[in-house]
């Protein structure tokens, strides 16, 4: 499964951008999918991830409130809207697809990456 993350760019404080990522084949859409963000110097964090069916999405709790993931099964793409965005929001944004069914916070839970998308908040 090869997975393509686009969407990100270079955006001001309090901007809005939407992720996407496309699987390259259906053999997630029974498989919960999550993003994750990392930025210079810092480890991969959570982002947010969602159940199979579009359930149970979870947040890491600096996004609660300004971010939303979605899916859509029939074109294998999950998205990440993210609204009211900061400077500390900074990072390369990897989204990827888990082994189970159910949304996951836990990266060794993820069976498949994208690349990343770059996104930029600036003051």
């Known amino acids: 499964v090869q997975l393509q993350a686009s969407g990100g760019g270079l955006v001001q404080a309090a901007g809005s951008l939407r992720l996407s990522c496309t699987a390259s084949?259906?053999?997630?859409?029974?498989?919960?999918m999550g993003w994750f963000r990392q930025a210079p110097g810092k480890e991969r964090e959570f982002v947010a991830s969602?159940?199979?069916?579009?359930?149970?999405?979870t947040y890491v709790d600096s996004v609660k409130g300004r971010f939303t993931i979605s899916r859509d099964r029939v074109k294998s793409t999950a998205y990440l809207q993210m609204n009211n965005l900061k400077p500390e929001d900074t990072a390369v944004y990897l989204c990827a697809v888990a082994r189970s069914s159910w949304a996951t916070s836990t990266s060794s839970e993820y069976a498949y990456w994208g690349q990343g998308t770059q996104v930029t908040v600036s003051s």
């Open positions: 969602i159940n199979w069916n579009g359930g149970s999405p």
């Open positions: 084949r259906r053999t997630n859409s029974n498989n919960a």
